[in-house]
């Protein structure tokens, strides 16, 4: 078998003819971009690739001149061929990450229908055939919404400060046997001692964990809050490959890895990943914040073949088009997602969906002012790091009832 061709679908969820509301207007900077290998033999292979798609697609297809006339059976080889020929530009971003991820999530796509098995019977078999998910709110109402449909695990997330009485409404919500996490998002203007402050303000809500505390890159910060908090701690979803997630893991950072199963570098990284974890005794749940479907299908495989896997994140109030871009449909039934059974990943595109929504851009508006926390006629825009005025303005940790 050979690779005859390389082909990039660039999309970007937007509005819906025929919808009232904000459905019709929906138009965020997310982007999706989907891959597809054909070969000589008629089979073709799916990936999906995150990492800033719009730029990811040019990189995916300047490999093509390394993988048209290949055997797409060599998957690791290939994987290897191209990580060595994009050196030069950096070894562990996620734009390289996200290029190599779709093209080999592609690979074991087109592997899997080659042989008739599904991804995860190639790759040890099955730990489980349903996946825990988990779902996002930051109010009572949306949480008990979440639980309804059987979630058993929620994540309440914070771009400006951690605030402590929309995590006790959700806590209050949902009750003792839910699952609940927070996520700062890794701002980077909190020091260690804030974010050690906010997480021992945090333990009250007995979480499942703290994620990205601190600026991700800031890993000796990420140390001290480490030792310092009586939380179990997450991160990784910013860096791609093994080398990326190594020293989360190595320095026993964390208790969660969290790597981006569309620019991880692709299902045989995730694998590994999920291997150095397990050594050191700690779980893996991967992001999937920004990802579209067939990632989503990706990380079940993955999740159905480790022994580590904590659960999956999924964006359960998404864009309404999600599941018209792809076949078959996903559906949680009791907090959980199916691991699929067809012959590789097990979906496929549906390209006359997708060409109804060009990418237009993929840069997101700048955040508004968080509140008059900079000081006045110096610093008005978003900045990756500045000062801040104001202990409590920037931390905006209002206790539960006051
Ligand atoms: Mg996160």
Redesign the pocket.
């Known amino acids: 078998m050979k690779i005859t061709d390389v082909k990039t679908y660039l999309m970007q969820p937007g509005p819906r003819p025929g919808l009232a509301g904000p459905d019709a207007s929906f138009r965020g900077s997310r982007n999706w971009l989907f891959v597809k290998i054909e070969t000589d033999e008629g089979i073709s292979g799916i990936g999906e690739c995150s990492g800033w798609p719009r730029v990811v697609e040019t990189a995916v297809l300047d490999y093509r001149s390394i993988l048209i006339g290949e055997n797409p059976r060599d998957i690791d080889r290939l994987w290897h061929r191209m990580f060595v020929a994009s050196m030069g530009h950096g070894m562990l971003g996620t734009v390289g990450g996200g290029a190599l991820t779709g093209i080999e999530m592609a690979l074991w796509d087109i592997k899997g229908k080659a042989l008739g098995q599904p991804i995860w019977n190639l790759l040890g078999g099955r730990f489980r055939d349903r996946i825990r998910v988990y779902g996002h709110a930051k109010t009572a109402e949306r949480a008990r919404e979440l639980t309804n449909l059987g979630y058993s695990a929620i994540k309440v997330?914070f771009t400006g400060a951690v605030k402590l009485d929309c995590v006790a409404a959700v806590r209050e919500a949902v009750g003792a046997d839910v699952d609940v996490m927070v996520?700062a998002?890794g701002p980077s203007w909190m020091t260690a001692n804030d974010a050690i402050s906010v997480g021992r303000a945090l333990e009250q809500f007995d979480l499942l964990f703290y994620?990205?505390p601190v600026a991700p890159e800031n890993l000796d910060a990420l140390q001290r809050v480490r030792d310092a908090v009586d939380l179990p701690l997450a991160a990784g979803?910013r860096v791609s490959n093994i080398w990326g997630i190594r020293p989360y893991v190595e320095r026993e950072l964390v208790d969660v890895i969290?790597p981006d199963t569309g620019r991880a570098g692709g299902i045989t990284q995730m694998r590994k990943m999920a291997a150095m974890a397990e050594a050191h005794y700690i779980t893996m749940a991967p992001?999937s914040?920004s990802l579209g479907p067939v990632a989503e299908f990706a990380a079940l495989h993955v999740m159905a073949t480790i022994p580590n896997a904590l659960m999956l994140e999924r964006v359960e109030f998404d864009w309404p088009g999600r599941y018209e871009v792809v076949a078959p449909v996903l559906k949680v039934v009791d907090g959980h997602l199916p691991v699929p059974d067809a012959p590789g990943l097990g979906v496929e595109l549906v390209e006359e969906e997708i060409t109804k929504y060009p990418s237009a851009r993929n840069v997101g508006d700048m955040p508004p002012d968080d509140g008059g926390a900079y000081e006045p006629g110096t610093v008005d825009e978003c900045v990756y790091f500045q000062p801040r005025l104001g202990r409590r303005a920037r931390l905006r940790m209002t206790k539960p009832g006051g």
Do not use: I, M, S
Request: proline share 0%.
């Open positions: 997330g996520d998002h994620e990205d979803e969290q992001h914040g």
